[in-house]
């Protein structure tokens, strides 16, 4: 097992931007030299260490790359969380989980919350910020019970010091360094997939990149028998941290085995008979003696050069990522969020608006109702006939018939009651929705009789009741109609006034602000446009799609990429609109003044949705005049990308802000009339439509830039976050435009 570089890092889950003790540091070796970085936060260290593996790459050097935290939980943990008995399926849950930004703020607790209520009892993970709250996640280990999981892993137990991966916080915890870490080096395994094996879940013979998991307190006696000379006044500079010496010692050491041809022998020591596919090893471990004999001989080689003038991070030279096709593949250091969670997210930051108005129940269609409704009257009021015929009394029917009743002579019809009542044995002429007269319980069709205007005659069997309608059948008076949050549909407005409401209390209409961003736009599709301008087209689209929604759309124009005017705007919306839907600028690119502006101004929350078209979806709270706080949903500029996203978050968001409640479209699982292959990691919408046999056809093009192929959809095809391969015939998920109320 030869390497030519061996890189060390020593994590740190600081929750914001450090440097020096307990911080991050890579440390990495190429022979008897060794340079050493202080990365201040996990995004620039993830950059880092990327650079370092392109450059090893380039110069087709072989580079293994040590990490200080657990590559794995206890033995069963996988399989409880991700249903795969693997450790690499934890890194690819935790990397779709965990939003880690780049000044190091990140969601370790509330993920470790997540999981925790994935699992029965309570626990395994432990330990949050005293004072705070989080449903699932204990404050202390002692609380936790019936996880069944064990406290330490294999390689930890015979490690000796390492501790449990489950504790988050408190003195020398690493719990939040794997929830942190993991991700990082499974963006880095997927940035250069191929080339990376992570020991000991896969062959690390022949790959060129090797990362395995370190120890570094394994050599704590080498460490301090160098004490350390200190510089400076005591307390004002901490150089050389420990953990620089660390991890430059320990690259060292692994530097000294490879050249010496001992390395081997450390990934020899795992012990197969643990399960090293779930809890992963250190390496190290087993063979200890060898290591620390190898740091040893490293010796003060470890100390950082002795100049306190120094930065703490020594340039490099800056490789850039290597060029790849897809242009949708994750970008360094970012993280993603899955729909559901964004959904979820979502839906639970959003508060529905209060102000209500009567309007007459006619003038009611598409408001949303503000109380419940009750039938002021039944319906129907009274018991009438269903159908054109001869109504009499069942019980003066005797045998099975046929029968001649004397036939009154008048007539019942809808809105001219019989007056009097009909004499037992008797039959009286009586039309639809005619309330029954006195005496008469039973219809017979007119169809099925014969008359000479003095009788009539028909076939039996009769049933008592036969052709009438109860009154109250359908609803009695008093009971209830239709309940608040209802968005009142064209039958709901017959419902209502045939129960006697004229008059209900709606919310009133929620108001929507649509603006859109970017130099390059032109409102009017009428005017002449300079080579470099584009019309705007989703404003009008998004306008559109507010106003069938049945809120009341403002348009709060185009705005270039300016921040003043943007600014501008946006207070404008705040103070004429409930709700702002932007659509451009949201991607965190040079020109996205919208993604700025909010962060500095509305509290941004950006993310990044694991959803193609269109990742980029930001929710922000501009605030008001008034001390109100205007939710912001900032769409990706691509209009494929804006309807999307309007679809699928806009939707259920503007709903629930108008007081009509969270919404699901109604999918259909129809034929596949295509074939597509789709990578891990990211929720699809294709456009589509149904062809003349049901089944889905797709949109020849998925650029997102292609608005022709959103017109000639008539909906969309989903396909879920996971890998999916798709032939003719196989059954794909439908969701019709008309299942997110647009026809
Ligand atoms: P952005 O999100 O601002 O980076 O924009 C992404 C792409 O969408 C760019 O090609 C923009 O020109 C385009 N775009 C942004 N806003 C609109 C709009 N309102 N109408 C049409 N295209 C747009
Ligand atoms: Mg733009």
């Not at 020991?199 to 394994?218: C, D, I, K, L, N």
């Not at 005496?439 to 008592?464: I, K, M, Y």
């Not at 709903?655 to 409640?661: F, Q």
């Amino acid at each position: 097992m030869s390497f030519d570089r061996i890189v060390v890092v020593d994590w740190s889950a600081a929750g914001r931007a450090v440097r020096g003790g307990d911080s991050l540091w890579i440390a990495q070796a190429r022979g008897d030299a060794v340079e050493s970085w202080n990365p201040p936060t996990r995004a620039e260290a993830e950059a880092h260490l990327r650079a370092l593996i392109s450059a090893a790459l380039d110069a087709g050097e072989r580079v293994l790359i040590g990490v200080d935290f657990a590559f794995g939980y206890p033995a069963g943990f996988a399989a409880a969380l991700t249903g795969r008995a693997e450790a690499l399926a934890v890194w690819e849950w935790l990397a779709a989980q965990v939003e880690d930004d780049r000044r190091n703020r990140n969601n370790r607790f509330e993920v470790a919350a997540r999981i925790n209520r994935a699992l029965p009892g309570l626990g395994p993970l432990w330990f949050h910020p005293p004072g705070q709250t989080w449903p699932g996640l204990p404050l202390k280990g002692s609380e936790r019970r019936g996880h069944g999981l064990a406290e330490m892993r294999v390689t930890d137990a015979r490690a000796k010091g390492a501790q449990s991966v489950w504790k988050l916080g408190g003195a020398g915890s690493v719990g939040s360094q794997v929830l942190t870490g993991l991700p990082v080096l499974w963006r880095l395994r997927a940035a250069f997939a191929g080339q990376v094996a992570v020991w000991p879940f896969e062959a690390a013979q022949a790959a060129p990149v090797v990362v395995t998991e370190v120890f570094p307190s394994m050599l704590r006696a080498e460490i301090a028998a160098l004490s350390p000379p200190r510089h400076g006044k005591a307390g004002r500079h901490d150089w050389p941290v420990r953990d620089a010496v660390q991890v430059r010692m320990l690259a060292l050491a692994l530097a000294r085995l490879a050249q010496e041809g001992a390395l081997g022998g450390l990934f020899d020591a795992a012990d197969p008979t643990a399960p090293l596919a779930e809890e992963g090893w250190i390496l190290g471990a087993g063979a200890e003696a060898d290591l620390r004999a190898a740091a040893r001989a490293v010796g003060a080689a470890a100390l950082p050069p002795q100049d306190t003038d120094a930065p703490a991070t020594a340039p490099h030279r800056l490789t850039p990522p290597r060029l790849r096709n897809d242009c949708f593949a994750m970008p360094q250091g970012v993280d993603w969020v899955p729909v559901e969670d964004a959904l979820a997210r979502l839906r639970a930051a959003l508060v529905p608006i209060t102000d209500t108005e009567d309007l007459p129940t006619a003038a009611a269609g598409l408001r949303v109702l503000a109380t419940d409704i009750s039938a002021r009257r039944s319906n129907p009021p009274q018991a009438n006939a269903a159908v054109d015929g001869y109504g009499f009394a069942h019980a003066a029917l005797d045998g099975s018939g046929p029968y001649e009743l004397p036939l009154l002579q008048a007539r019942a019809a809808a809105g001219q009651p019989l007056k009097g009542a009909v004499p037992m044995g008797s039959a009286v002429r009586i039309l639809t929705g005619a309330i029954l007269p006195k005496g008469v319980d039973s219809v017979v069709l007119e169809e099925d009789c014969a008359t000479d205007g003095a009788r009539v005659a028909f076939d039996g069997p009769v049933r008592r009741g036969a052709n009438s309608r109860r009154a109250g059948e359908d609803v009695e008076a008093g009971g209830p109609a239709l309940p608040r949050g209802r968005r009142l549909t064209p039958a709901d407005l017959a419902l209502l006034s045939a129960l006697g409401v004229g008059r209900v209390r709606v919310l009133r209409p929620l108001r929507v602000g649509v603006l859109s961003t970017g130099d390059e736009l032109l409102s009017d599709p009428g005017a002449q446009a300079a080579p470099h301008q584009i019309f705007d087209a989703n404003r009008p689209m998004l306008l559109e799609v507010a106003r069938r929604w049945g809120h009341a759309p403002v348009d709060l124009g185009h705005a270039p990429d300016h921040a003043a005017e943007i600014a501008a705007r946006l207070d404008r919306g705040a103070a004429e609109a409930d709700v702002i839907l932007t659509s451009g600028g949201a991607s965190a690119g040079d020109e996205d003044h919208v993604s700025r502006l909010l962060r500095e101004r509305a509290q941004l929350s950006s993310w990044r949705i694991a959803l193609k078209p269109g990742r980029p979806l930001a929710l922000a709270l501009w605030p008001g005049d008034g001390g109100q706080r205007v939710p912001v949903i900032g769409l990706p500029g691509n209009p494929v990308a804006a309807l999307v996203c309007t679809l699928i978050f806009g939707r259920p968001a503007l709903s629930l802000l108008s007081g009509a409640g969270w919404l699901e479209p109604q999918g259909f699982q129809v034929p596949a009339a295509f074939s597509k292959r789709k990578k891990p990691g990211r929720r699809e919408f294709l456009r589509a439509r149904l062809g003349a046999d049901g089944t889905a056809e797709v949109f020849a093009s998925e650029g997102s830039g292609r608005i022709s192929g959103l017109s000639w959809a008539e909906g969309l095809v989903e396909l879920p976050d996971g890998a999916a391969t798709i032939a003719p015939g196989d059954m794909v998920r439908y969701l019709p435009y008309t299942s997110f109320g647009l026809g």
